[in-house]
């Protein structure tokens, strides 16, 4: 009794395989999307996690080849039955077809390529399946980055305009003495800044830069507002111009040492007037002890009138007054890693004025205190002068040297473009028109540290930069909640999209399509038999094949095999020269009615 074949197994079977086979590679390619861009998790967890997250994926991976590979090879099955259907083949052949899905050394049987094409892409196909499982787990990768989030948090602002942190910047006694007694006393008597606030001044105007302040995170950045000391320059009035000129003559006038000046280039003083009201000009730095003064900075130097259409390179007087001024500072401050980026703004209030002499029992305010000891220390910066002076060596012979007598020589204002006509002294009469040709390598250095700039930008920024420097020391801060954002550095998941989703997509379009071929196979030629020995066993019932296969003779690799196309249920039978069946005495017919053979 022919054995029954269940129509819908096979194709049932091959749908099922595919289904969970491209669910497989659906859940694989969702769950890496999802990852992406997503936190690793903390450095102790990022291991593990990213560990059994490719494990998950070799699972997907893994079982995904399986189904795909399951529906194919029994779309395959089909499709040996159907070529032996249509066309028979040699022992050798079927043995190499029979034996392709587990031996890739089925291939190199030329044979199969030409008599059975479409199976042996299909058995290529079903064996290249086992690729993707190499690649697509690996697509996942951790690549560095940042989050960003925002807390409340302390930080400092400058408390030089509260009157209850002047201490911290000026050396103010009281008109009572500095003794251990006198410290509450209200009424103090203003004596010039304190060590601290030299010393920070002295380190900004040096770099030319704001000083490295204390950052709330690594990578962090906030925005702060808080009242202190600005600088404004601005030309000096007529008045102040004939007051300058008499100062500066009377000190030309005196010699230093065998040398008169003969050109000065520059000269700055910090204004002081006696009870008469007469002009005495503080040239020299200044130190702790009651004085006089004011909170200005006079100066003259010589400025070039127009480098681009003057060829004679004349120069001419330039007057200027820098006064201190109360003013709102707006800055945003930026931490990345090593660097610091502080930016903002200033607008100016109302001016301070130098402190006079306390009444007794007058309570003093010591945030004007304060500010007159900033001002106090950024004078000593650009007060001084620089000029050429000839010198008597001897009876009949003198020389011109240059003197630099400021301290201007230590900081950023030295490379100012207001400089230019002290240093082009010595070069030829054009080296106004040729500012870099002539420079030593120093000077350039200079300029560039100024980029070149004229005072009054220099002064005003040296100002901006020493306020905010005051920051740099958390004597001189107090502390007021602010929106910090903070960029954290972390790692989050990455997904290789394109090497994820081609192989996958690849293998389940072309799966899709063995899928099609089968159901095709089974509309076309009914239910087939499968690869079970059982089935193999059902289908050979021609004795004749049989002692076909098992015959050592030459003559039987030259037979073929195939289904015969006229039997109720698959039976092989022996197709001779592929063109006829072969009858009980193997002879010619040409007739293609097949015929049992062999009958035992």
Known sequence: ???????????????????????????HCVLYSKLDNTAVGSPAE??????????????????????????????????????????PMTIQDLNDIFNADLSVLSFLNLNI?????????IALFGWSLLLPSFFTPGTLVVNPSTQTRQVDQLVPYLSIGNSTEGHYYSYSPSNRGDTYGSKEI????????????????????SKGEILSLKRPYNHSSYSQTFFGPAIQCLKASSLVESQIDAALADKMSKPVGNAIENINAYYGFVPSFDSNGTLIPLA????????????????????????????????????????????????????????????????????VEYPNDPKQDEVSNMAQHAYSAFFWVLAN???????????????????????????????????????????????AKEACQTPYMNLTAQRQQDKDLARSRRLNELIEEMGFNMTVSLMHNDLLTGNNTRLVTVVEDIN??????????????????LTLLTVFLGIATNIEYGVLPDKKFQDILAAADDSFAIKLARSDDPFSRKMSIGLDPNAAY???????????????TLGTSKKKTPAVLGVI
Not at 113 to 121: A, D, E, P, R
Not at 392 to 419: C, E, F, R
Request: overall charge positive.
């Open 1 to 27: 009794m022919p054995r029954n074949y269940h129509h819908f197994k096979t194709p049932l079977l091959t749908t099922l395989f595919f289904t969970l086979g491209s669910g497989m590679s659906i859940a």
């Open 46 to 87: 990022q291991e593990n996690n990213l560990r059994q997250l490719v494990r998950l994926g070799t699972a997907f991976a893994f079982l995904s080849q399986i189904c795909l590979a399951a529906s194919v090879w029994q779309t395959y099955t089909q499709w040996i039955w159907r070529s032996v259907r249509k066309t």
């Open 113 to 121: 390529w030409s008599n059975f094409t479409v199976g042996s892409l």
């Open 186 to 205: 209200p009424t103090r008597i203003f004596s010039g800044p304190r060590t601290i606030l030299t010393r920070l001044s002295t380190a900004t105007s």
């Open 284 to 351: 020299e730095a200044r130190y702790q002890s009651p004085a006089i003064a004011s909170n200005e900075l006079w100066q003259v130097f010589q400025r070039y009138i127009d480098t681009t259409t003057n060829s004679t390179c004349d120069y001419k007087p330039y007057y200027q007054v820098c006064s201190l001024w109360n003013a709102t500072y707006n800055i945003n401050l930026e931490w990345d890693s090593s660097s610091q980026s502080i930016t903002g703004t200033r607008d100016l209030l109302h001016r």
């Open 381 to 427: 910066q650009a007060i001084g002068s620089f000029g050429w002076f000839n010198e008597t060596v001897s009876p009949n012979k003198t020389v011109s040297i240059m003197m630099i007598a400021s301290p201007i020589q230590h900081n950023s204002l030295l490379g100012t473009s207001d400089l230019d006509v002290f240093f082009d002294f010595n070069e």
């Open 492 to 509: 989050r998941y990455g997904t290789n999209r394109a090497g994820l989703f081609i192989p996958y997509a690849l293998a389940c379009a």
């Open 570 to 584: 698959p039976s092989l039978r022996v197709w001779g020269g592929s063109t006829e069946w072969l009858g009980k």
